[in-house]
């Protein structure tokens, strides 16, 4: 499975960004996809992640600012984050999950700084 992630980038506080996320490879028709990141001197953690059946789990940080969704027909997950913390900065990772195991896309750095 290849993960390859776009929309990252420097953003304001209070701003919004879209991360995305396409899957391609030997997808299994029941598996999650989603999002982690991990910050500089962090572990990583969950961001959010969102099954086939559309159950949903999102970090606690999250707290309703960074809806998820995906569209199973296209392989793709997107992340659509909203009020942007200078906390929030990181690099985030897009995952595939299935009963193989994680896969990880490569990353990519969002930045939220005045």
């Known amino acids: 499975v290849q993960l390859q992630a776009s929309g990252g980038g420097l953003v304001q506080p209070g701003g919004s960004l879209r991360l995305s996320c396409a899957a391609s490879g030997s997808i299994l028709r029941i598996n999650q996809m989603g999002w982690y990141r991990q910050a500089p001197g962090k572990q990583r953690e969950l961001v959010a992640v969102?099954?086939?059946?559309?159950?949903?789990y999102y970090g606690d940080f999250v707290k309703g600012r960074f809806p998820i969704s995906r569209d199973n027909a296209e392989n793709t997950v997107s992340l659509q984050m909203n009020s942007l913390e200078p906390e929030d900065t990181a690099v985030y990772y897009c995952?595939?999950?299935?009963?193989?195991?994680?896969?990880w896309g490569r990353g990519t750095l969002v930045t939220v700084s005045s």
């Open positions: 969102l099954g086939g059946g559309s159950v949903t």
């Open positions: 995952l595939y999950r299935d009963y193989r195991g994680d896969f």
